[in-house]
C-alpha cells in the first residue's frame, strides 16, 4: 500500500508563490512517473506537470515558465513551485504516481491541497 501525503497549500494573493510537496509513504514499492493535477469547481481534473525518474518533465502550456516540478528519487517525494500565481491557478491540487510492486503497477492519487490565489 502506498499513501501519498501532500502539503503546502493556501491562500496567496496574485503574484505570489506557493510550494506543493508530495511524499510517498510506505515500503517495497517503485515510483516511476510522478505528476501534478488540479480541479477547479465545475471544471474537470487538468494534467498539470510530469517528472520521470530521469527527471524528464512536462508542463500544461498555462503553466509553463511558472510552475517548476521536481523530485528526490532517494526519498519518493514530488514538488511543485509555483510562483507568478493567478486567480485562474486557484484549484485543488493533487499527486499522482505510478508505482509498481512485483508484477502489478497502478497509479495512486492524494487526497488534494487547495491552493487559493485571491486579493
Known amino acids: 500500500q502506498v499513501q501519498l501525503v501532500e502539503s503546502g497549500g493556501g491562500l496567496v494573493q496574485p503574484g505570489g508563490s506557493l510550494r506543493l510537496s508530495c511524499a510517498a509513504a510506505?515500503?517495497?514499492?517503485?515510483?516511476?512517473?510522478m505528476a501534478w493535477y488540479r480541479q477547479s469547481p465545475g471544471k474537470q481534473r487538468e494534467l498539470v506537470a510530469t517528472?520521470?525518474?530521469?527527471?524528464?518533465?512536462t508542463y500544461a502550456d498555462s503553466v509553463k515558465g511558472r510552475f517548476t516540478i521536481s523530485r528526490d528519487n532517494a526519498e519518493n517525494t514530488v514538488s511543485l513551485q509555483m510562483n507568478s500565481l493567478k486567480p485562474e491557478d486557484t484549484a485543488v491540487y493533487y499527486c499522482?504516481?505510478?508505482?509498481?510492486?512485483?508484477?502489478?503497477?497502478?497509479?495512486?492519487w492524494g487526497r488534494g491541497t487547495q491552493v487559493t490565489v485571491s486579493s
Open positions: 499522482n504516481v505510478a508505482v509498481r510492486q512485483g508484477t502489478i503497477s497502478w497509479h495512486s
Open positions: 510506505g515500503s517495497g514499492f517503485s515510483i516511476y512517473d
Open positions: 517528472i520521470t525518474q530521469d527527471l524528464s518533465t
